[in-house]
């Protein structure tokens, strides 16, 4: 990748989509993925100094809420004793908490609040990533990663916000946060299913579920 390549697909066939008062948005011809340039993130200090503001609690009904609209198509697909990774867990594993009540074993990795290294060397059943993936500084070495320790078969279960289109996209209150750096949309999202050998299915406005075919190992 370079500096003017896209983060997830490393096309260079990329153009300008937005600009406001602080930060510039690009936007990949081949797979649609919005990104602000890597000349402008913010520092991981100040990253998690914005991610110690967040009050999402385990026991927060409406935080469970929220986190059901993932959880509970997902568990409709999971066998039994299923072994699960929760990707990006931040300071208070919910849903890792949520699954586990339901019967399934599960593992917690973050680099900021659960640095558990260890939680990467092994192949899961599903790995669920909410609220994450708009934060990836480098989304295809991220995905890469996630599917390399998702079984064939398996589950990757994702919550984002998805970018509609360019008027929507300059009224959006989900790019405001400096911490949201790709946007993905259904197009991006097939481009992922169509890279990594999944189906997909979309399940509401925010969650998406991916299921790696059976047999089917990264290119």
């Known amino acids: 990748m370079t500096a003017l390549s896209c983060p997830l697909c490393n096309s260079l066939n990329t153009h300008h989509f937005h600009s406001d008062s602080k930060r510039d948005y690009k936007r990949c011809q081949n797979c649609l993925l919005v990104y602000v340039d890597c000349t402008q993130h913010l520092s991981p200090s100040q990253e998690k100094a914005i991610y110690d503001l967040h009050q999402n609690t385990i026991d927060d009904p409406g935080y469970i809420e929220f986190l059901s609209r993932l959880a509970k198509p997902l568990l409709e697909r999971l066998p039994n004793n299923s072994e699960g990774l929760d990707y990006g867990c931040g300071p208070g594993p919910a849903l890792a908490k949520l699954l586990k009540a339901h019967g399934h074993r599960i593992s917690v990795y973050d680099p900021f609040y659960a640095d558990f290294p260890e939680h990467l060397q092994q192949a899961y059943d599903f790995i669920v990533c909410t609220e ?6 480098a989304p295809k070495r991220e995905f890469d990663a ?3 320790l998702l079984k064939p078969g398996g589950w990757l279960g994702i919550m984002t916000k998805l970018v509609i289109d360019a008027e929507a996209f300059a009224k959006w209150h989900y790019k405001n946060d400096q911490t949201h750096i790709v946007f993905f949309s259904r197009p991006t999202f097939h481009w992922l299913a169509a890279h990594y050998h999944c ?8 969650t998406i579920i991916l299921q790696r075919n059976p047999g089917r190992y990264n290119d």
């Open 132 to 137: 994450v993936v708009e934060h990836l500084r």
């Open 146 to 148: 996630l599917f390399e």
């Open 199 to 206: 189906q997909i299915e979309f399940i509401g406005n925010d």
